[in-house]
């Protein structure tokens, strides 16, 4: 019981993390990790400004984002880490080796929140149901169209947070805005989603005691 409860904190910590974070890209299996979310942090990645300056020399968000979580581990500048990307055939394998970073390290986090998820979904989508609002049905209809359910979680977070409804954000989603695009175009702080991202954690992690 004291084993599955620290799981579920280290779970809660690792879902608010996620969803204050600008980085809602993933890298593709076969070569990268996917994009994680250190459970240490609760703040964006990489500054907005910074990202758009990377942006105009021409590297990708995926690239930048990537570079900003080896950077982060290895307390190395993102600049510096994209410019060894480059020099060294566009490997992340060689530049997360030449920093000292274990890709498995980072995929590992992310993977963790996923299976999480996935083995209490059942719980998590009945509590997300009452708090967004959405049926059992809407809610599966959105996983069936290739909504994570870790974005259903952090989306309606974010929809109360905005007052809007969370299909709004699917929509926005679905166009293929990051999470921070989102949060930027409803004019939303990190504050607030952080209040209303805790109390559906809260609400989850209570569930699921109480379901066991």
């Known amino acids: 019981m004291k084993k599955r409860l620290l799981t579920v904190l280290a779970f ?20 990268t990790p996917n994009q994680e979310q250190k459970h240490e942090h609760h703040h964006r990645i990489i500054d907005e400004s910074l990202l758009n ?24 500048k993102v600049e510096e880490v994209l410019a060894f990307y480059k020099k060294n055939d566009s490997s992340w ?3 997360a080796q030449h920093y000292g970073v274990d890709l498995d390290k980072i995929r590992n986090h992310h993977h963790h929140m996923d299976k999480f998820l ?29 909504i994570p359910l870790r974005f259903l979680v952090s989306g309606s977070a974010m929809a109360k947070a905005a007052n809007k409804d ?6 926005m ?13 409803l004019n939303l702080e990190k504050e607030q989603i ?7 954690v809260d609400k989850i992690h209570e569930d699921i005691k109480t379901g066991e």
Do not use: W
């Not at 608010?16 to 993933?26: D, F, K, R, W």
């Not at 990377?54 to 190395?76: D, M, N, P, R, V």
């Not at 969370?166 to 929509?171: P, R, V, Y």
């Open 194 to 200: 952080h209040i209303e991202m805790k109390k559906l």
């Open 118 to 146: 996935e083995k209490n979904k059942v719980i998590v989508l009945k509590t997300v149901s009452e708090y967004s609002g959405k049926t059992d049905q809407e809610l599966q209809g959105y996983l069936d169209k290739g």
């Open 173 to 185: 989603k679905e166009q293929g805005k990051s999470f921070h695009e989102i949060k930027k175009e």
């Open 12 to 31: 809660c910590f690792l879902l608010i993390g996620s969803a204050l974070s600008v980085n809602a890209e993933v890298m593709p299996k076969a070569k």
């Open 53 to 76: 300056s990377l942006q105009e020399k021409g590297y990708t968000k995926k690239e930048i984002f990537i570079a900003a979580h080896i950077a982060k581990f290895s307390k190395q």
């Open 166 to 171: 969370l299909g709004d954000i699917i929509k």
């Open 93 to 95: 394998e060689k530049t």
